[in-house]
């Protein structure tokens, strides 16, 4: 795509200005690709009808050493079509332009990608720039082909500005929404165009280094495509940190200068344990790139020869891993806090290993390793480019489950970034969303509670839980449960935790007074914000109802303040009424009953009481915590009874998350209840919950339990109890 030039004077790749050629590589790899010879393949013409050509027999036998039975003829048909429309264009160095896509091909074929996605990256750049159409890829080379090849092709400037790069990022990541491939193949992409950045301009480096690193090695690292990711991030490393990258590269060439590395040795000791225990493995030596080298030297300060890399351990079965993993905690002192299972629990992108650390005795040098199968190795190196096609019908299942698509593939992260798109409302907002949605690299899985799991970011919280599970709906979400306990919109969710979100009913509901500060996902925010600029311009600045205090059926107010509930203390007396205290008996002469104020009693409840100055006997339940302190002080009992009257009055305690106009709503229920409320109390809200207070008249106590039912199911209320104080 538009890739820039080479040096033509050195076959290998091209360091950016200013940077240091990293040093070899310690494991064998294939040769890089020699240009100058490709070029010149290249121009010697069309080779005989149904042979291959010599310019891609690198490219045939990286495919065949993956796919030993593939058909080569859509790749040589590709490459004739490729090499003869992009014939005269050349590259900044004066390379022939088909040394691009050849490269390109090249690099997928080593991650073990399919014949149709190496067709696709020979023709990447053909409908770009040259005269092909994608009716004509479509006509020669089938659909799949026509669909991978314009999902890498770039929107034109000319039709879209400043906006042609997010725009086209925007239609990369929805054609990959239904087929990973293509973004495969721009990874790829960028890796060569990366390679041969060294002739370009400053600063284009620089901005090509700056998308490359918030895009495409997030992307990479997603789709866990991590020979690519790595290779792309030492390139940036490079670009965009000189002198860094330099001294980060004599760290590496002192190091590789040593006379004795103590990774081989402890290499050595391990194949020795995993031998005498009749364990079949391969240990490899996996140097570390130099981004990593830099990021452990800041954490440890200092490293060691064995931090320079790690140790790998191949084997053939799942349970040959846990077998390594026992005899090297056996043989060897572990170091438990490094102990990681992505075998058990994969990463969200494929990934599978077991992770541990051992210290050397020799030495007490800690060597990390890294154990998985095979095909773990093949898929943690290639991602989804190792899974093939991931549309092939399955030997169980020819007919493709009736025609019907469904990519394997298709992460959660992937299918989320999909849906906030489509909100996004301009290219700008897309762009930076992207980027900020990107830098999240790490994801949660929570479980709902009929079963079913969200994928979010790590950092998520229920505000974000709520707008994946329903969408705009979930502006009525007054709270949530987060394993059974009550938790507000800000709680930040854990992997692993059950989330029952709480809806309300009212069609009125608007975001929260503080969602926007406390949603992490895209999908959130981009909802939230759309929500609160469609509200009329009198309501607060978080979105929420203007304030207003209607009088509710009881005179208590209806909503006050951010979300409907009152910001301040607010009481509303009503008139003392003489039949308010039920008739109480008391077992003391000339003695009067009072019924205590820390727990309200009402008939039928057990009641005692205890004398007080005055000729006054203070009514408790027999449960008041009161009543035990007093008693253990050495207070004697009284004892009391109910009279005949049955009215009373009770202190309720209700709890509740912040919503509008909740007051009006919960003083409603208790007018139908038949309860008259005495007095109300309405603390400020305090993380999305308020406290209410109410003492209210009933004319029949045996009522008091309905009254409690029926504040209950108020929207919003999660709990209503009697009031228990710690005073008499």
């Given amino acids: 795509m538009n890739a820039e030039a080479v040096n033509p004077a050195s076959p290998g790749p091209v360091t950016p200005v200013g940077a240091v050629a990293p040093s070899p590589p310690r494991r064998r790899t294939r040769p890089r690709l020699d240009l100058r010879r490709l070029g010149r393949a290249a121009l010697l013409g069309n080779p005989a009808r149904g042979r291959l050509p010599d310019a891609i027999g690198h490219v045939a036998d990286a495919h065949r050493a993956h796919h030993p039975d593939a058909d080569l003829d859509p790749l040589r048909r590709a490459y004739l079509l490729a090499e003869s429309s992009h014939r005269g264009q050349m590259r900044k160095s004066g390379e022939p332009y088909i040394t691009h896509p050849l490269a390109v091909t090249l690099i997928l074929a080593e991650l073990g990608a399919e014949t ?135 760290l590496v060439a002192r190091n590789a200068a040593r006379p004795h590395d103590p990774l081989t040795e402890a290499a050595d000791e391990m194949r020795r344990v995993l031998r005498e225990s009749g364990i079949t493995a391969e240990v490899l030596i996996r140097p570390r790139h130099f981004v990593s080298v830099h990021r452990v030297s800041r954490k440890r300060g200092p490293l060691g020869g064995a931090d320079f890399g790690r140790l790998l351990v191949l084997v053939q079965e799942d349970a040959d891993c846990y077998g390594v993993l026992g005899e090297l905690h056996t043989c060897m002192t572990p170091v438990v806090s490094e102990f990681k299972d992505f075998i058990a629990v994969p990463k969200f992108n494929l990934y599978q290993s077991l992770h541990t650390a051992v210290a050397r005795p020799k030495d007490g040098q800690v060597v990390e390793v890294l154990i998985r199968t095979h095909q773990m190795h093949k898929v943690a190196e290639a991602g989804v480019v190792a899974l093939g096609n991931p549309y092939a019908p399955s030997a169980d299942d020819p007919s493709g489950g009736e025609g019907e698509r469904a990519d394997p593939t298709r992460p959660g992260w992937l299918s989320r970034l999909i849906d906030w798109q489509r909100d996004a409302p301009d290219p700008d907002t897309f762009w930076s969303t992207l980027r900020e949605d990107l830098a999240q690299d790490r994801e949660i899985t929570v479980f709902c509670p009929d079963g079913g799991t969200l994928g979010l970011p790590e950092g998520a919280t229920c505000v974000d839980a709520a707008y994946a599970q329903y969408g705009e709906d979930a502006r009525a979400c007054m709270g949530a449960r987060v394993n059974g306990r009550l938790a507000t919109m800000s709680t930040v969710l854990r992997d692993g935790d059950t989330v029952h979100l709480l809806m309300g009913q009212d069609p009125a509901s608007e975001p929260g007074p503080d969602w926007l500060e406390h949603a992490h996902t895209p999908t959130a925010r981009i909802a939230i914000q759309r929500r609160l600029a469609a509200l009329p311009e009198t309501t607060g600045p978080a979105g929420a109802a203007a304030p207003s205090a209607p009088a509710g059926p009881a005179g208590a107010p209806a909503s006050a303040g951010p979300g409907g509930t009152a910001p301040l203390r607010e009481r509303t007396p009503v008139p003392a009424d003489p039949r308010s205290a039920p ?146």
């Fill in 116 to 250: 149709t996605t190496l067709t696709a990256s020979l023709l990447h750049d053909t409908v770009e720039d040259t005269e092909v159409t994608l009716d004509q890829v479509g006509e020669q080379f089938g659909a799949e082909v026509r669909f991978l090849v314009d999902g890498v092709t770039k929107l034109e400037k000319v039709d879209y500005g400043a906006a042609a790069e997010p725009e086209t990022f925007r239609k990369m990541l929805l054609a990959t929404g239904n087929d990973v491939r293509v973004m495969s193949i721009k990874l790829a992409d960028r890796l060569h165009n990366m390679r041969t950045l060294g002739v370009m301009r400053r600063e284009k480096q620089e901005r090509i280094a700056r998308v490359t690193r918030d895009v495409l090695i997030p992307l990479a690292e997603r789709l866990g495509v991590q020979a690519l990711k790595s290779e792309l991030e030492d390139l940036v490393f490079a670009v965009m940190h000189p002198e860094e990258y330099e001294h980060t590269h004599e």
């Fill in 583 to 728: 008739e109480v008996l008391v077992d003391l002469p000339g003695a009067t009953g009072r019924l205590a104020g820390c727990c309200t009693p009402v008939p039928p409840d057990e009641v005692t009481g205890f004398a007080v100055r005055g000729g006054v006997v203070t009514v408790h339940r027999v449960g008041c915590p009161v009543v035990a302190r007093m008693a253990g002080a050495g207070r004697a009992e009284i004892g009391v009874r109910w009279g005949e009257t049955t009215g009373c009055r009770v202190t309720l305690l209700a709890e509740s998350f912040v919503r509008p106009h909740l007051l009006a709503d919960l003083t409603e229920a208790m007018a139908l209840e038949g309860a008259e409320i005495v007095s109300a109390t309405v603390e400020p809200p305090d993380r999305q919950r308020v406290r209410h207070t109410y003492t209210v008249q009933l004319p029949d106590a045996a009522r008091l339990p309905a009254l409690m039912r029926a504040m209950r199911k108020v929207a919003g209320v999660f709990d209503v109890a009697r009031a228990q104080t710690s005073g008499a």
